[in-house]
């Protein structure tokens, strides 16, 4: 028993210690904050999960805690050092309680040996309700104990067994019938987090898709000057303003400054460029131009965090090469995306490009991609501990890319004598 509960505890609290010093000494270039103030942070995070399970209700962020202020003192804000004493509290109370109430210290153990994984060092976001969900378990299961024990309190506890579960009923179809109607959904979640840039970018689009785009405007001005580096807010700005019949060289200059500070866009950059690609070929949206969607690019591939994220910068490549394709600059597309399959080396990127040239009529230049992938793969880096390493484990059992790509492979060539380019020669691997 002591092998099968002890080892995995010192493995798994060994490699939290390791991932906390390495986001110590290495930075968090994703994040806004340091591994030193999520780690002051998180009890006061752990003390919000407890006050939205003891005192449920209606409505909460939901899905949007970006706006959630970190801690960077133990007095900034003042609600720091009194988290982290009463955390401490309640775990010396479940140490306290081992022997008298058992399954009190057992609710109270597993909750916080739950939230190890991400409520600690690991340099996740700060705030997710969903991280409750199996810490939680066994959380009731001391009320519920006590309420079946009817010999005393009977009246108290008869009712509290009625009118509980009543309760939650309601709540529960209150907040179902809230998700069920995601443009109110979008606008409640906006008032409840009026700090957050995501919450106030998905009632946005909302806002837009219903005619109001003007309304959208008003929202966004206020909240980008105060933060200009949120890129979300900069691009549905001009979404915005597409709408209302054109960007000016403002809306541009913000979109430009954001993708220069920003953090972090995760997959925005691929998707909004793609989209916007398409509107300035068919010159649906005035000001917004190949060419300034460019300057937008070249501002991206000027921010220091983004130069730190092997996957942005190939995000920036990818879409370089989407516009060199589309105005028919074929060889700088295939620079492009062999530039951003050397910043991030995957097999899946590869087959993309590889596929999005063949799609266009240029399917020797796809071969040339491939040609760079079978090249470059060697050095791909190893995924790390977790679901992409399993992944890419059952991925080499199955040997799903060996025979993905070389079906590609065959497709392409298959396809040379019928393209425009097939006179090109296709360089070696």
Not at 4 to 14: D, N
Not at 82 to 97: H, N, Q, R, V
Not at 195 to 220: L, M, N, T
Not at 228 to 256: E, K, T
Request: glycine share 6%.
């Amino acid at each position: 028993m002591i092998v099968l509960v002890g080892l995995p505890t010192v493995l798994l609290l060994g490699y939290l210690v390791q991932v906390g010093i390495s986001s110590a000494i290495h930075g968090i270039s994703v994040r806004p904050w340091n591994e030193s103030q999520r780690l002051l942070t998180e009890p006061r995070v752990l003390l919000h999960y407890l006050d939205l399970l003891w005192l449920p209700r209606p409505y909460s962020a939901g899905l949007f805690y970006d706006g959630y202020g970190w801690s960077r003192s133990l007095w900034q804000p003042a609600t720091t050092l009194p988290a982290l004493l009463a955390i401490s509290a309640l775990l010396g109370l479940g140490w306290a309680l081992r022997r008298r109430w058992p399954m009190v210290a057992l609710a109270i153990a597993f909750y916080f040996a739950g939230q190890l994984m991400e409520s600690t060092t690991i340099p996740l976001e700060l705030v997710f309700e969903h991280r409750n969900y199996i810490p939680a378990m066994l959380m009731f299961w001391p009320l519920a104990w006590w309420l079946l024990d009817l010999r005393t309190l009977k009246t108290l506890k008869t009712s509290l067994i009625v009118v509980l579960p009543l309760s939650l009923a309601v709540l529960t179809h209150t907040r179902a019938t809230l998700w069920g109607n995601r443009s109110a959904q979008a606008l409640q979640w906006a008032r409840i987090n009026p700090d957050s840039p995501r919450a106030q970018a998905y009632a946005v689009q909302f806002e837009i898709d219903a005619g109001h785009p003007q309304q959208a405007v008003k929202r966004i001005l206020p909240l980008l000057h105060r933060d200009p580096s949120q890129i979300q807010l900069a691009f549905n700005l001009l979404n915005a303003r597409c709408a209302l019949g054109g960007v000016n060289a403002a809306d541009l200059s913000a979109a430009a400054t954001a993708l220069r500070t920003t953090r972090n866009p995760n997959s925005l950059l691929p998707a909004w460029f793609g989209r916007a690609i398409y509107a300035a070929q068919r010159q649906v949206c005035p000001g917004l131009t190949i060419k300034a969607l460019r300057r937008l690019l070249q501002a991206g591939l000027d921010n220091r965090f983004l130069q730190a994220q092997s996957g942005r910068m190939q995000d920036l490549h990818y879409v370089l090469g989407r516009i060199d394709l589309a105005q028919g600059q074929t060889h700088a597309a295939t620079g492009q995306f062999e530039q951003a399959l050397s910043d991030n080396i995957r097999p899946g990127f590869a087959a993309d490009s590889a596929a999005l040239l063949g799609s266009a009529g240029y399917p020797a230049m796809g071969l040339e991609v491939l040609n760079r992938y079978r090249t470059l793969s060697p050095q791909a880096s190893k995924p790390g501990l977790g679901m992409p390493m399993i992944h890419a484990w059952v991925l080499r059992r199955q040997d799903y890319w060996p025979r993905e790509l070389s079906r590609l492979r065959a497709t392409l060539q298959a396809n040379i004598p019928h393209s425009a380019t097939h006179q090109e020669p296709v360089r070696g691997p």
